[in-house]
């Protein structure tokens, strides 16, 4: 089982619709869990860190969290052509000698105008 | 406030070539990421530096790959002899210390590395 999983997409959304993206963890004791964008041909960028049970709100983006089922999304409202890209879930594990940050494959989105 | 520097953008090697790249973290940034990102996939950790320590290279192939930070700033990964599934984007990452840092890590440009 891999410790970060994500549906590859691509996830399709008409522009001004609301784009929900999942991504689950095997580690039962994780506790940091984050969103990174990466447009093509780019590096990851951090959108969104989540650490709480729940939802937390940036503009556009909202993270939620649920650690009983060992789920995270992140979903973005009023979806923007300009959003089309790929979002990796990231999760920090305590497997190993030291934490290290897991990088789910990503979820390629493309919302269409 | 600059960013994480990369060096080169883009390398191009026949296999069994050796090959380096080069890394200046953000300013204040104690930890240091190497990764590397095959296509389709998420960047998987190479090795981690606190200042000038390796503190994870777990996920280091030891026998062909070798890293550096020796002044606690800039790093340098190696690679020799590279092989054909060596092909890939190496990203360097920085983060401020601590555990607030872990997860909020900084990307460069990476380099795209292509062994023929």
């Known amino acids: 089982q891999k410790e970060v999983e994500q549906n590859s997409g691509p996830l399709s959304v008409p522009e001004g619709a609301i784009a929900s993206l999942n991504c689950t963890y095997s580690d039962r004791v994780s506790q940091s869990f984050f969103w990174y964008r990466q447009y093509s041909g780019k590096s990851p960028e951090l959108i969104m860190s989540i650490y709480s049970n729940g939802d937390k709100e940036d503009g556009r983006f909202t993270a939620q969290l649920n650690k009983a089922s060992q789920y995270v999304s992140l979903l973005i409202r009023d979806s923007q052509p300009s959003d089309s890209a790929t979002y990796l879930c990231a999760v920090i594990s305590h497997r190993g000698a030291t934490n290290k940050l897991i990088f789910g494959t990503g979820t390629l989105l493309a919302v269409q105008p | 406030e600059a960013g994480v520097v990369q060096s080169p953008r883009y390398k191009i090697i026949e296999k069994k070539q050796p090959v380096a790249f080069w890394c200046n973290p953000i300013s204040g940034h104690n930890t240091l990421y190497w990764y590397r990102q095959n296509l389709g996939q998420g960047p998987e950790l190479l090795i981690r530096y606190e200042n000038e320590e390796a503190v994870d290279d777990s996920q280091l192939p030891k026998d062909r790959f070798s890293a550096e930070r020796l002044k606690g700033v800039d790093s340098t990964l190696k690679i020799q002899p590279a092989e054909l599934g060596d092909s890939a984007v190496y990203l360097c990452?920085?983060?401020?210390?601590?555990?607030?840092?872990?997860?909020?890590?900084?990307f460069g440009p990476g380099t795209r590395l292509t062994v023929l």
């Open positions: 990452a920085s983060s401020p210390s601590g555990l607030a840092g872990e997860g909020e890590q900084f």
